[in-house]
């Protein structure tokens, strides 16, 4: 589902700041090489949370979910000098890509990479967080957000990625597993009288949640 016609989104696209070029050969070597592509978060959206991050000046980024390595390094974008980030994923295939181009980086040691369940490693990081990305198993979203929120400081922000699951979330009785996970997420969030919340039709969906209190 295209949530904006593919002229506008263009359009928004050639008037949004370019990404380095190391961000853009990472992405054309996902595109041609991987079947998986579409699991990057790609041009505009890459921008989007780079934005976030440069706005936030964030200590402290967990991204659950690193694929390639490309939402790491615009999330690094916006990091403090005495920044870091945490990102956690179980491919040793597609990680080892990315440490190749975040090596490439000045910001190659500000990022950290754990291989393994992420719902083990979030209550061993002993981190207070400013920024989290949440990209991975879609009917884990809940389950990590319950784990990240006391971890999160007040003032913090989550964003959870394709939360419209392609407009599958609108159906009502869902076959669709991650759909209905998905769902159940957007929903839990929306109940949550600790957050305020805003859902974006950015790509496939972008639910971004701002910790109020504990």
Same mark, same amino acid.
């Given at each position: 589902?295209?949530?904006?016609?593919?002229?506008?989104?263009?359009?928004?696209?050639?008037?949004?700041?370019?990404?380095?070029?190391?961000?853009?050969?990472?992405?054309?070597?996902?595109?041609?090489?991987?079947?998986?592509? #579409?699991? #990057?978060?790609?041009?505009?959206?890459?921008?989007?949370?780079?934005?976030?991050?440069?706005?936030?000046?964030?200590?402290?980024?967990?991204?659950?979910?690193?694929?390639?390595?490309?939402?790491?390094?615009?999330?690094?974008?916006?990091?403090?000098?005495?920044?870091?980030?945490?990102? #956690?994923?179980?491919?040793?295939?597609?990680?080892?890509?990315?440490?190749?181009?975040?090596?490439?980086?000045?910001?190659?040691?500000?990022?950290?990479?754990?291989?393994?369940?992420?719902?083990?490693?979030?209550?061993?990081?002993?981190?207070?967080?400013?920024?989290?990305?949440?990209?991975?198993?879609?009917?884990?979203?809940?389950?990590?957000?319950?784990?990240?929120?006391?971890?999160?400081?007040?003032?913090?922000?989550?964003?959870?990625?394709?939360?419209?699951?392609?407009?599958?979330?609108?159906?009502?009785?869902?076959?669709?597993?991650?759909?209905?996970? #998905?769902?159940?997420?957007?929903?839990?969030?929306?109940?949550?009288?600790?957050?305020?919340?805003?859902?974006?039709?950015?790509?496939?969906?972008?639910?971004?949640?701002?910790?109020?209190?504990?």
């Amino acid at each position: 589902m295209e949530f904006l016609a593919p002229e506008i989104q263009s359009y928004a696209e050639r008037h949004t700041s370019a990404e380095s070029e190391l961000l853009a050969e990472l992405r054309g070597k996902t595109e041609r090489e991987r079947p998986d592509k #579409l699991m #990057l978060s790609g041009f505009y959206q890459g921008r989007l949370l780079a934005m976030f991050s440069k706005m936030m000046q964030p200590r402290r980024i967990l991204e659950i979910g690193t694929f390639m390595g490309y939402s790491a390094l615009c999330l690094a974008e916006g990091l403090s000098e005495d920044g870091k980030i945490i990102t #956690l994923d179980v491919e040793p295939e597609t990680n080892a890509i990315a440490k190749e181009f975040w090596a490439r980086t000045s910001d190659y040691a500000k990022i950290e990479s754990y291989l393994g369940d992420a719902a083990q490693i979030i209550p061993t990081l002993t981190e207070t967080f400013d920024l989290v990305f949440i990209d991975a198993d879609k009917p884990s979203y809940a389950k990590y957000y319950d784990l990240i929120f006391p971890k999160l400081r007040v003032g913090g922000i989550i964003i959870a990625d394709n939360v419209l699951r392609s407009g599958k979330v609108l159906k009502a009785e869902n076959t669709d597993e991650n759909a209905a996970a #998905l769902h159940k997420f957007n929903q839990k969030i929306q109940a949550d009288e600790r957050v305020s919340n805003v859902l974006l039709a950015v790509r496939d969906g972008l639910m971004v949640v701002r910790k109020e209190r504990d």
